[in-house]
C-alpha cells in the first residue's frame, strides 16, 4: 500500500550469485499512478547499474535494438526475459558500425527462453571475435525473437576492464516511425564528452537530421 504522492524503497538480495534476476510491478491503481525507479549495487561497490522498466503491452514489434555498445578492452554482459507465458527462441546478432552490409556481424545461436525465464547469454564467441577486429570496437545490436511484441526485454552492459566502469545500452523496440526521437538533455561545456550513435535497423537507406535546440534557436548538426 502507498499513501498518495508516497515512496517506498524495496531492498533485495539476489537468491543466487549464478544467474541473474527480473522484477515486475504490478500496480492497482490508475495506469501511471505508480513510477518505479530500480538500482543494481554489489555490496563491495564494485558494480553498479539502473533496473530499467518496460511497459510491455505498449511494445510495437518483437525484435530488441541497442547501440553504441563498447567491446574493446571490456567485458559485455546480455541477460534476456521472457515476459510471457509461452517459449521463445531469440537470436542477438552484433553488427559493426559501417553495418550489416559491410559484412562481419557476429551472430550467436538461437537461444530458446522458457515462459517467464531470465538467462545470461554466453558471449565468448563474440569476445574471440573481437581479438582480432577493430571494426568490433564498438558494435550495435539486434536480438531477434520468435514471440510477440513485449515477450523479450533485456539488459545489456559492458565493464571496463581497466576502469572497472560499467556502460549500459538500452534495448528496446524499436516502434513505429519517428517514436524514438526528440527531448533528450546533454552536455557540451567544461570536459563533458557526449558522443550519439545512430543506427539505420533497416534493410533500406535511410536519411536523418540531428537538431539541438538551446536558448536562442536551433543548430542541424547534419543530413545523411
Same mark, same amino acid.
Given at each position: 500500500?502507498?499513501?498518495?504522492?508516497?515512496?517506498?524503497?524495496?531492498?533485495?538480495? /539476489?537468491?543466487?550469485?549464478?544467474?541473474? *534476476?527480473?522484477?515486475?510491478? #504490478?500496480?492497482?491503481?490508475?495506469?501511471?499512478?505508480?513510477?518505479?525507479?530500480?538500482?543494481?549495487?554489489?555490496?563491495?561497490?564494485?558494480?553498479?547499474?539502473?533496473?530499467?522498466?518496460?511497459?510491455?503491452?505498449?511494445?510495437?514489434?518483437?525484435?530488441?535494438?541497442?547501440?553504441?555498445?563498447?567491446?574493446?578492452?571490456?567485458? /559485455?554482459? @546480455?541477460?534476456?526475459?521472457?515476459?510471457?507465458?509461452?517459449?521463445?527462441?531469440? !537470436?542477438?546478432?552484433?553488427?559493426?558500425? =559501417?553495418?550489416?552490409?559491410?559484412?562481419?556481424?557476429?551472430? @550467436?545461436?538461437?537461444? =530458446?527462453? %522458457?515462459?517467464?525465464?531470465?538467462?545470461?547469454? %554466453?558471449?565468448?564467441?563474440?569476445? #574471440? =571475435?573481437?581479438? #582480432?577486429?577493430? +571494426?568490433?570496437?564498438?558494435?550495435?545490436?539486434?536480438?531477434?525473437?520468435?514471440?510477440?511484441?513485449?515477450?523479450?526485454?533485456?539488459?545489456?552492459?559492458?565493464?571496463?576492464?581497466?576502469?572497472?566502469?560499467?556502460?549500459?545500452?538500452?534495448?528496446? +523496440?524499436? %516502434?513505429?516511425?519517428?517514436?524514438?526521437?526528440?527531448?533528450?538533455? @546533454?552536455?557540451?561545456? +567544461?570536459?563533458? !564528452?557526449?558522443?550519439?550513435?545512430?543506427?539505420?535497423?533497416?534493410?533500406? /537507406?535511410? *536519411?536523418?537530421? =540531428?537538431?539541438? #535546440?538551446?536558448? +536562442?534557436?536551433?543548430?542541424?548538426?547534419?543530413? *545523411?
Amino acid at each position: 500500500y502507498l499513501a498518495p504522492h508516497a515512496t517506498e524503497v524495496i531492498r533485495h538480495v /539476489p537468491r543466487s550469485r549464478a544467474s541473474g *534476476e527480473s522484477v515486475a510491478v #504490478n500496480v492497482a491503481g490508475a495506469a501511471g499512478s505508480v513510477i518505479p525507479t530500480g538500482v543494481i549495487a554489489s555490496a563491495d561497490g564494485s558494480f553498479n547499474s539502473v533496473i530499467r522498466f518496460y511497459e510491455t503491452k505498449l511494445a510495437k514489434q518483437s525484435d530488441l535494438f541497442g547501440n553504441g555498445l563498447r567491446l574493446a578492452g571490456a567485458t /559485455p554482459h @546480455l541477460i534476456l526475459k521472457n515476459t510471457s507465458p509461452a517459449a521463445i527462441k531469440a !537470436t542477438p546478432k552484433f553488427i559493426p558500425l =559501417a553495418g550489416s552490409a559491410a559484412g562481419g556481424s557476429v551472430e @550467436l545461436p538461437a537461444i =530458446a527462453i %522458457g515462459p517467464n525465464q531470465t538467462v545470461e547469454v %554466453g558471449l565468448n564467441a563474440l569476445l #574471440n =571475435a573481437v581479438q #582480432n577486429r577493430r +571494426d568490433l570496437d564498438t558494435a550495435s545490436v539486434t536480438v531477434s525473437n520468435s514471440g510477440a511484441p513485449g515477450s523479450l526485454i533485456g539488459m545489456l552492459y559492458s565493464s571496463d576492464k581497466t576502469t572497472g566502469v560499467n556502460y549500459e545500452v538500452p534495448l528496446r +523496440d524499436s %516502434g513505429p516511425a519517428r517514436s524514438m526521437t526528440g527531448a533528450y538533455p @546533454l552536455k557540451i561545456s +567544461d570536459d563533458y !564528452t557526449t558522443i550519439v550513435y545512430l543506427t539505420n535497423i533497416s534493410a533500406s /537507406p535511410t *536519411e536523418f537530421v =540531428a537538431q539541438i #535546440n538551446y536558448d +536562442d534557436g536551433k543548430y542541424v548538426l547534419g543530413r *545523411e
